[in-house]
């Protein structure tokens, strides 16, 4: 089904919404409000913003660690808010402070995070199990990047889940890095995508700078889950704008991305390319446009103010938190 | 009463909380023939979705319990061998042993990590580890290891209520040992001691196999010596108040546990102790434990691994008294 002027409209104001919040974050490292370190997403909303648009409160998501979720947490519907507050490392995080920049929010289906990269995988296998169990018709949607892909985990997990025909749509962000090492001398095969004939599933590569265009292969992928056909395999081509996270060096290896290749991609911005296709099909008004720029501005303020505002947690909940009665 | 044997015990433990509770289930590899015997029966009585055999894919059996746990379901994971624990190291000590906490509460992971420990069958460096001093030295994990067949039922009905990640680890030495379990449902509580024999002169805190071995030893000198045999059943949470109370009583202490002996189980206890209660010793506690070395196979295992005589040889040094007969 085409999507409706209104929900582009939404994709648009979620793509513009997870750019501020991401800026948020990274002016608070320079600003000292930041308390951990950073993996900005900006140049990638169109994947996290695609692919988890129009999803179901309990479908199940693990969102990637660029820009630290924050397309994939607005779209779920989760709460800026408290991802902000919890990159300041305040109480009113979404893991109350504790974790520093991880998000949870098990009402939207994101049941967690980690840090060890390739952790996706196994876990989210599991919710697969558990969504199959359940047997109501839920996905699961994990992200990795193409970083991940080279983890061992992968092949465990994508394996089983096809022997099993869980329904999980398995979503790579490629940017071509994973930290300072080119995906060319990491990947022994052009596509990720080709991951997909080993496991049996089928598979799909888009323009990851199209959230259009990611928002259907991801679906594509979801509705096969829900129709118990098995899990698919979904590659969206895309680029991070800035170095892999604040203060790290901008690198291919030990040498500076080359410049002529970052350009090429800023050209391809995911929110200017849908800015102007909203604009020439006639979708929206430059100034309803310029109103979801301004709402989206104001969020991120309140939310930075909120943040600041609220207090740091007790030390004392620390012991508490370890184990569940 | 029965009279049955520890490997039954656990089936019966693990049929009673499926036929309680649909949310619980069992994955593994092959687990639907039971490697020791443990897992068997259980596809016939609740069929194949509810005892998953898996791949051979040690990251992806435990994501599958990390992941449904998350998402409201009750698995019991097995891993075979307690030394296969190491290969998905990532998902037990890093995932599962953290996400309550890191997650400031908001999920919660209640699930069971099955897994055989111990040497004396002669399997090698890489098949007879047992693996409790990495469990206990983890926040966020429970460690069960009973000794008797009555211990294994109930601890394991308690694994499966508990809800957080409990490691649990049968001894593949006990698994046909016969003893009483009652007819009726029971419960055997974490992190309660008990006093396996009592006993005034040294107090021997011992795990698992090494529970038989002291209970052996302490019949075999009973005339020269009163050795009291205390077993805490589980690690963490760890009942340092009943060992305490025991060398308070005593004045003398050994621990013996199969773990390698640097940095093990028995240093550990012994440190606590002597924390506490340092005015209490009359002598300097011993440890037994397996030497700091990899478990050989074939003949020479014994000359590694904790023997019946050394524990013996520990009673003598703190007793100070020559017992061999
Ligand atoms: C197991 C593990 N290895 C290494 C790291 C350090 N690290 C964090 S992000 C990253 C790159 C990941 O690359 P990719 O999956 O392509 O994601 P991207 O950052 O490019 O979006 C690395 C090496 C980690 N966190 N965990
Ligand atoms: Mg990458």
Redesign the pocket.
């Known amino acids: 089904m085409p999507l409706s002027n209104e929900q582009l409209k939404t994709l648009y104001a979620n793509m513009v919404r997870a750019r501020r919040f991401d800026e948020k974050i990274v002016q608070g490292i320079a600003d000292g409000k930041t308390v951990s370190f950073f993996?900005s997403g900006l140049g990638e909303e169109a994947v996290g913003v695609g692919g988890c648009a129009f999803l179901r409160p309990d479908d199940f998501v693990w969102y990637?660690?660029?820009g630290h979720g924050i397309g994939h947490i607005i779209a779920k519907g989760g709460s800026p808010r408290e991802f902000v507050a919890e990159h300041f490392g305040k109480a009113t995080g979404a893991c109350n402070g504790v974790a520093g920049f991880h998000f949870v929010d098990p009402e939207h289906g994101m049941l967690g995070f980690s840090?060890?990269?390739?952790s996706a995988f196994p876990v989210t296998l599991g919710w697969g199990v558990a969504a199959k169990m359940n047997n109501r018709g839920q996905a699961v949607v994990c992200f990795?990047?193409?970083?991940?892909?080279n983890?061992g985990t992968l092949h465990e997990a994508m394996n089983m889940a096809s022997v099993m025909k869980l329904p999980i749509a398995w979503v790579c962000?490629n940017?071509l890095?994973?930290?300072f090492m080119p995906l060319r001398d990491a990947f022994a095969s052009e596509d990720i995508a080709n991951l997909a004939i080993p496991y049996g599933m089928p598979s799909q590569t888009v323009d990851g700078q199209d959230v259009v265009a990611v928002h259907e292969a991801v679906q594509w992928a979801v509705e096969r889950a829900r129709a118990g056909e098995g899990p698919s395999l979904v590659e969206c081509k895309t680029y991070?704008f800035r170095a892999?996270s604040e203060g790290a060096p901008d690198v291919a290896h030990f040498e500076l991305r080359p410049p002529e290749e970052v350009e090429e991609w800023k050209r391809r911005d995911p929110i200017l390319l849908f800015r102007e296709r909203l604009l020439g099909e006639e979708v929206a008004t430059a100034s309803e446009l310029d109103g979801i720029d301004a709402e989206a501005a104001a969020e991120a303020d309140e939310a930075e103010r909120f943040a600041m505002e609220s207090p740091p947690p007790d030390a004392s909940i620390l012991s508490e938190l370890l184990y569940a009665r | 009463m029965r009279d049955i044997p520890y490997r039954i015990a656990m089936q019966e433990a693990l049929a009673e909380e499926m036929a309680r509770d649909e949310k619980v289930f069992v994955v593994g590899e092959d687990v639907q023939a039971g490697t020791f015997g443990v897992t068997s029966t259980l596809v016939q009585r609740f069929g194949p979705a509810r005892v998953i055999d898996t791949p051979l894919s040690e990251t992806a059996v435990a994501g599958t319990a990390l992941g449904a746990a998350m998402a409201g379901y009750r698995p019991v994971a097995d891993f075979m061998f307690a030394d296969f624990i190491y290969i998905a190291g990532n998902e037990v000590l890093v995932n599962a042993a953290k996400w309550r906490f890191a997650h400031g509460g908001k999920v919660s992971l209640p699930l069971v990590f099955l897994a055989a420990m111990g040497g004396g069958a002669r399997n090698g460096p890489e098949h007879s580890m047992s693996p409790e001093s990495l469990i206990m030295h983890t926040p966020g994990l429970k460690l069960a290891v009973p000794s008797t067949p009555y211990d294994a039922k109930g601890l394991l009905k308690s694994a499966i209520r508990d809800n957080n990640p409990v490691v649990f680890f049968y001894h593949k030495r006990l698994l046909g040992l016969r003893g009483d379990v009652p007819e009726e449902e029971y419960t055997v509580p974490f992190g309660v001691a008990d006093v396996k024999r009592e006993g005034t002169d040294v107090t021997v805190v011992a795990t698992a196999l090494q529970v038989q071995h002291a209970l052996r030893v302490a019949d075999e000198v009973k005339d020269r010596v009163s050795v009291e045999v205390i077993d805490p059943r589980t690690l963490e949470p760890l009942d340092i108040d009943s060992i305490v109370r025991s060398v308070e009583k005593t004045g003398r202490l050994v621990v013996a546990d199969e773990d390698t002996e640097r940095c093990g189980v028995g240093a550990e206890i012994i440190t606590q102790v002597i924390e506490r209660a340092f005015d209490s010793l009359d002598a300097p506690p011993k440890r037994v434990c397996a030497a700091n070395l990899p478990i050989p196979g074939g003949f020479i295992e014994a000359s590694v691994l904790p023997q019946p005589a050394s524990i013996l040889a520990a009673i003598e040094a703190v007793t100070g008294r020559t017992l061999k007969a």
């Open positions: 993996h990637h660690h660029r840090g060890t990269i390739g990795f990047g193409d970083g991940a892909s983890r962000e940017n890095y994973a930290q991070r892999h």
